[in-house]
């Protein structure tokens, strides 16, 4: 069974671009959730979909966005990029809602550098 | 504030010994799961065990398990007969269950296994 699929694996962009970044869940996993990952901060929670519904938001401005499609792939965009956007952003997936023994499985992250 | 503590930045082991990685959580929700995902060099994020707040008893996955103590808010990951493939960063992890699928990390622990 396929695995949770981030495309690209890397990317470089300049300062004011904007970029999205794509994720593609585990067959029958309808929970996608992201996070920015730096050195300084560690693992920050970005936002969580659920059936295309935006269920849970970290503390990010509004620059960061997603979205999920009915098939559950989700998209995130990062507009007018900043430096400190340079991350490595996982996305990762799960089968069941609540409480629950599923954690999550990650993809290998999109390592985003801005320049 | 912060939710999971992880006190130890850096930890040593000598291959073929046991380690013990340290995590507190704090939550009011009285139904929740501790996770701790292991993160190697490559980046991606493993999934190694889980713990239910209602379990009975200590999670075990092979050479990984999960010492459980609710009313300190402990769950540390013990690692026995260490390996050298054990050298990564180690994250704890909670979800509550009045937050869905939105799992917070904490900072990591660096585990280096030294031959």
């Known amino acids: 069974k396929a695995g949770v699929t981030q495309t690209p694996r890397y990317l470089i962009k300049t300062r004011g671009q904007q970029v999205t970044l794509s994720c593609s869940p585990i067959?029958?996993?309808?929970?996608v959730s992201w996070y920015q990952q730096t050195p300084g901060q560690g693992l920050q929670f970005l936002f969580e979909y659920f059936s295309e519904t935006q269920r849970n938001k970290g503390n990010f401005p509004g620059r960061f966005s997603g979205r999920q499609f009915s098939n559950s792939r989700s998209e995130m965009n990062v507009s007018t990029l900043e430096l400190g956007d340079s991350a490595l952003y996982l996305c990762a997936s799960s089968f069941a809602q609540g409480n629950s023994s599923y954690g999550y499985t990650f993809g290998s992250g999109t390592r985003l550098t801005v320049v | 504030a912060q939710k999971i503590t992880q006190t130890q930045p850096g930890m040593f082991v000598q291959e073929k010994e046991a380690v013990t990685l340290d995590c507190t959580y704090d939550?009011?929700?009285?139904?929740?799961?501790l996770f701790w995902y292991k993160q190697p060099s490559s980046g991606e994020m493993i999934f190694l065990i889980y713990?239910?707040?209602?379990?009975?008893q200590n999670a075990t996955e092979g050479r990984y398990s999960l010492n459980f103590q609710k009313a300190r808010k402990s769950a540390n990951l013990v690692i026995s007969a260490s390996q050298l493939g054990d050298s990564a960063m180690y994250f704890c992890a909670m979800r509550e269950k009045t937050s869905y699928d939105k799992v917070i990390f904490g900072p990591g622990t660096s585990l280096s296994v030294i031959p």
């Open positions: 067959s029958g996993h309808r929970s």
């Open positions: 939550t009011s929700d009285p139904s929740y799961g």
């Open positions: 713990q239910g707040s209602y379990d009975q």
